[in-house]
């Protein structure tokens, strides 16, 4: 692999494009291509969380990163909130960035402008209700975005450059392998809390990694050590050469 370089997005950027080069998708373990990256030396990295909430696995990872001080980002479906609050205010309160995957788990790649915004919206509103105001970025299920997507959704988007397939093999030991074998700075790694395999694997991952010398940071914090200012409607993810 060559050198980790951070925002699929970042030549379409300068170019005052609003538009993403294309990325990979929520079944695909290739790369995307990348723009800019940090100062040498500086190994940040993201961990990024889906399908949550869910008792009984996303508390103990809320335990496991708490005990860590470790800050993660969680992607979530709306309709798992309501019974899960406790859990989601959680999240916010202990410094991890809350993010929007849809009210259903919808595939939006497709879709019209009345289902993509009924879909976000929903959820958002859900999310400012029970957090407050702020900006809550959309993981669009299964990494499908197209004009439409990006016409209608009003906050970044973000998509990842590592996916070990951990809804796949429900299996710790192959998650944590995958991972580190394609870990790089700046990399962006999809995981889902609704495992507890996959639960067992964060925690191993962030303990690794650690040991590797990487600082773990939500996307958004991601993004800013970058010089990065996100743009509403803009996938944005991460990926290497």
Partial sequence: MGKQRFLCLLAALAMAAALCVTCPGEDSAQPATGGAQLPAGEKYVALTFDDGPKAG???VLL?????????????????????????VERMA???HQVGNHTWNHTRLEGADAALISREVGQTD????????????????PYG?????????????????????????????????????EAVEPNSIILLHDIYPSSVEAALR????????????VTVRELLALNGIEPENGVLYCSGDH
């Fill in 205 to 216: 991952l962030v303990d690794r990694l650690r040991q590797e010398g990487y600082e773990l």
């Fill in 125 to 140: 509103r859900l999310l400012r209700e029970l957090l407050g105001p702020g900006e809550y970025w959309v993981r669009p």
């Fill in 93 to 95: 309160a202990e410094g």
């Fill in 57 to 59: 696995t996303t508390d």
């Fill in 63 to 87: 335990d496991g990163l708490l005990e860590r001080r470790a800050s993660v980002t969680f992607f979530l479906i709306g309709r798992q909130i309501e019974a899960n609050q406790a859990l």
């Fill in 144 to 180: 499908g975005v197209d004009e439409t997507v990006r016409g209608t959704v009003t906050v970044p988007m973000v998509k990842w450059s590592v996916d070990p397939r951990d809804w796949e093999s429900l299996n710790a030991d192959q998650v944590v392998q995958a991972v580190m």
